[in-house]
């Protein structure tokens, strides 16, 4: 039997640099049943497996009808069915996943240093979940049914000892009651590591702060900062986390969520106000001298053209460590020339939005570092 195994996202999203765990998996499982598996890089060839594999991690991520209606096709992930999708089969998802799939296509796209690093999660990363679920079911999440953190897969599950790095997609690691043992596993391969999706900032204490920090970071600490509503705790973690971290350690990043009303009434002073929690977000965050990372939910692309123009401003800046560090926003919009679309948005939402004015000059290293609050 000749398998096929289609990475959705790959073909669609032209940006997209990260490998399909669940498409991995399948691979590995089958190749272990004796079959022959195959990536494909397009859908020409479709027709030619005795079994096609689809995958999709993304909600938008276009797949032709007539490969899903294939009487030889099989299709999950969270692109196709949100909080809904269906687990693996246990011998699938327990399986080690296939780090050779995405070979030939990392070989013929990856020549030279730059395009390398572009390709590293394919190369260079040991990648799984060690705990799944979590127990906040914010309504807009993936994770909105989970009823928790549990454990899911042992570390040895997914190492690979030839990778140099490991990548965790946890949902909600520190949440999990058995995070110390776990996270022990991890510290003691020696190796670099990241949890992809982010931490819960808001339920850690020192202890975990510190074994954290004890550990080879790869690419910094990752938490999140969603709602407004969570400013004061926040700022107490912060501060916490300053006190085991030290001011000159700039690599802590918080992601944070916009376009997304958590009332669900979408009234239409929204944008105005979300825009407002950003930018206060933004500013305790450069107190403790943090990046911050702006997620825009999809629903920001149905808001009113100029607070539309200011996420993608706003995305551009702080998305980009170099500018966010250096630069005010207005400072990086007028860098884009006076007849750029950027500056034009920038422009009109601070007529509409006087009172937000002094946000637009706000300067990482000009915020004064420590509390605003309590
Ligand atoms: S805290 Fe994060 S993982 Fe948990 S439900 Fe909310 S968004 Fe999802």
Redesign the pocket.
Known sequence: MRIGIIDADLLYRKRHRFPNLACMKLSAYWKEQGFETELLLDYSQAGEYDRLYVSKVFTDTFVPEHILTRETTVYGGTGFFYDKAPVLPEAIEHHTPDYHLYDQMVKEHSEGEKKKKEFQFYTEYSIGFLTRG?????S?????N?TGAAPASPLEEFYDPSRKKLCFLD??FFACAGWEKIFSSVLETGRRFQFR?GL?LRIMQKRQMELLASGKLDNGMIF?F?HIKDQELIVRKLELLREVIPVSYQKIKLYVLCGYDWEGTWKADFWAKDIRDVFIRIEILMRYKCLAYLMRYAAWEQAPEVYKGMYINLSRWCNQPAQYSKKSLREFCTGQGEYSSCFRYLTAFEALHPEMAHYLDMKYEEVQYGKIYG
């Open positions: 979590c127990f906040r079911k914010c807009f999440c993936v994770n909105k989970s949902d909600n999706q819960d999140a969603d």
